[in-house]
């Protein structure tokens, strides 16, 4: 599987930007898609998850009300929709794809970056204040 992720780019304080990653292979609405993102000179964290036909969707506290994630799997795309960025928001954004089914039903599990097996290569998200 081989995950690209695209969209970033510099936005303003308050604006709102969508970065989608797609995906190639067959079994795309297998897995459980993951964002995270990763500020320089930070570790990476969890943004959100969303299982495999998009039925679930699990977010972090920052992220809750401000992100959504979908996904499309007729085009093997997962989106991170983005609204009411802050500067605090900026980071390299990544998407990444769990083939355990059950990763996503754990919340230690789906927020750990080890529990996802490909990795797509960022994008860079600069909220500007």
């Known amino acids: 599987v081989q995950l690209q992720a695209s969209g970033g780019g510099l936005v303003q304080a308050g604006g709102s930007l969508r970065v989608s990653c797609a995906a190639s292979g067959r079994s795309f609405s297998s897995y459980g898609m993951g964002w995270f993102r990763q500020a320089p000179g930070k570790e990476r964290v969890f943004v959100g998850a969303?299982?495999?036909?998009?039925?679930?969707?699990y977010y972090v506290d920052f992220a809750k009300g401000r992100f959504t994630i979908s996904r499309d799997n007729d085009k093997n795309t997962v989106y991170l929709q983005m609204n009411s960025l802050k500067h605090e928001d900026t980071a390299v954004y990544y998407c990444a794809a769990a083939t355990n089914p059950g990763t996503l039903l754990s919340s230690r599990a789906r927020s750990t970056p080890r529990s996802y097996h490909y990795w797509g290569q960022g994008t860079l998200v600069t909220v500007s204040s």
């Open positions: 969303i299982s495999g036909r998009g039925g679930n969707t």
